[in-house]
């Protein structure tokens, strides 16, 4: 029986490695740093924001 407990362990550690692994991978591949053409295009230069 310990030996299941251990087993279960294991495997909710290994998924829950996996999981952080692909919501890293994810975040930086949606959140990369502009270039500054993109972001003057983005922005506008001096834009008055209400």
Do not use: C
């Not at 294991?10 to 998924?15: D, F, G, P, R």
């Not at 994810?26 to 008055?48: D, I, N, Q």
């Amino acid at each position: 029986m310990a030996g299941q407990l251990i087993g279960q362990l294991v495997l909710w550690l290994i998924l829950a490695v996996i999981v952080v692994f692909i919501l890293y991978w994810v975040m930086h591949w949606l959140y990369r740093r502009s270039t500054k053409e993109v972001a003057f295009v983005r922005t506008g230069f001096r834009e008055r924001r209400s």
